[in-house]
């Protein structure tokens, strides 16, 4: 059974570009957690995810950022005209519910850089 | 508001000395706990969870953690910290009435001296 599956690793984009990152949650999960980890900080929850709905977006930026997580395929967060202060590492976690005793399993994250 | 914090930003210890990262939380129900492990540039390994009875927990790597209800601490030990143990140390509560999500504190860094 893989694990959370983030891509890419890294990605560069320059000021105005847009950023894709990819989350394939684990084999079972239909929860998918979004989480932002700027420069010398923890993490901080972006957004929350089950099939086709958005259920929590409350740390989320009001502007330009958007996330989906479709019936097929993997969960997408999109930045759309980055800034450098977008650059940061965005990490994905993924659960089978979110009942109590359960856990999220953390992606490998990916690094992006705004140049 | 639910809130984690981790008073020491940096630590630094010596090889086989003992450890401990200091966790306390806020929030106002039973709080489910997590200590997780970030190797730079990789991403968050579980080392231990608590969701209920025994307040000392035994997580991977030889650490363990004890929750105090009293003092809202859920703070890490490791009895001998070995150099492969450098790395970044999270703690955080899950709000279930919230959909699961986590609530991180800031970090403790752990350097180990030879």
């Known amino acids: 059974n893989a694990g959370v599956m983030q891509n890419p690793r890294h990605l560069v984009r320059r000021r105005g570009q847009e950023a894709r990152l990819r989350c394939s949650p684990m084999k079972g999960h239909s929860h998918v957690y979004w989480y932002r980890q700027l420069p010398e900080e923890g993490l901080k929850f972006m957004v929350y995810l089950q099939k086709e709905n958005i259920i929590d977006e409350s740390g989320m930026p009001k502007e330009r950022f958007s996330a989906e997580f479709p019936k097929e395929g993997p969960s997408i967060l999109r930045i759309q005209q980055v800034v450098r202060g977008d650059s940061a590492a965005y990490f994905c976690a993924s659960s089978p519910g979110q009942g109590r005793n359960t856990e999220a399993f953390f992606g490998q994250g990916t690094r992006l850089t705004v140049v | 508001a639910q809130s984690v914090t981790q008073p020491d930003i940096h630590i630094t210890v010596s090889e086989g000395a003992s450890l401990e990262l200091r966790c306390n939380y806020s929030?106002?129900?039973?709080?489910?706990l997590f200590w997780y492990v970030q190797s730079p540039g990789q991403g968050l390994q579980l080392l231990l969870k608590?969701?209920?009875?025994?307040?000392l927990v035994q997580g991977i790597k030889g650490f363990e953690a004890e929750f105090k209800r009293s003092q809202s601490s859920f703070n890490l030990r490791k009895p001998s910290v070995h150099w492969s143990d450098a790395a970044e140390y999270f703690c955080?509560?899950?709000?279930?009435?919230?959909?699961?999500?986590?609530?991180f504190g800031q970090g403790t860094e752990l350097s180990v001296k030879p």
């Open positions: 929030y106002g129900a039973t709080p489910y």
């Open positions: 608590y969701f209920s009875g025994d307040t």
């Open positions: 955080a509560v899950v709000i279930y009435n919230q959909g699961g999500k986590l609530i």
